[in-house]
């Protein structure tokens, strides 16, 4: 059985860095679509960034607000999310979504979970407060 377990969270000022980690385990794996995903009360889930591989081959992709902040990265069956410039729009619950093995079609339109976030399985989420 899979499990994400996320890590990393907490409160910092505007301008503050903080570094997310989503550990998975129950199941090896050679390819992967994963992502890191923000959801506030009363508003649905987005999508952050995704990164998408297979061995050491890689593609990122970032939502246009995040981008140039936030730095997506996968090492050792553990997703990370680097983000810095922190700003109080970015406080959220931050999710971590994985798709492990997945199809090569599926592996190609990784990205695409940016906005659908159709994976299937899921961390329990990490909040991240960012207060000026």
């Known amino acids: 059985q899979v499990q994400l377990v996320e890590s990393g969270g907490g409160s910092v000022q505007v301008g503050g860095s903080l570094r997310l980690s989503c550990a998975a385990s129950?199941?090896?794996?050679?390819?992967?679509?994963m992502g890191w995903f923000r959801q506030v009360p009363g508003k649905e889930r987005e999508g952050v960034a995704t990164?998408?591989?297979?061995?050491?081959?890689?593609a990122l992709h970032y939502a246009d607000s995040v981008k140039g902040r936030f730095t997506i990265s996968h090492a050792n069956a553990t997703l990370y999310l680097h983000m810095n410039n922190l700003q109080p729009e970015d406080t959220a619950v931050y999710y971590c979504?994985?798709?492990?093995?997945?199809?090569?079609?599926?592996?190609?339109?990784?990205?695409?979970?940016?906005?659908?976030?159709?994976?299937?399985?899921w961390g329990q989420g990490t909040q991240v407060t960012v207060s000026s």
């Open positions: 979504g994985a798709d492990l093995e997945p199809s090569w079609g599926q592996l190609v339109a990784c990205s695409r979970n940016l906005v659908r976030g159709d994976l299937p399985y």
């Open positions: 129950g199941r090896t794996y050679s390819r992967y679509c």
């Open positions: 990164i998408n591989g297979i061995g050491t081959v890689e």
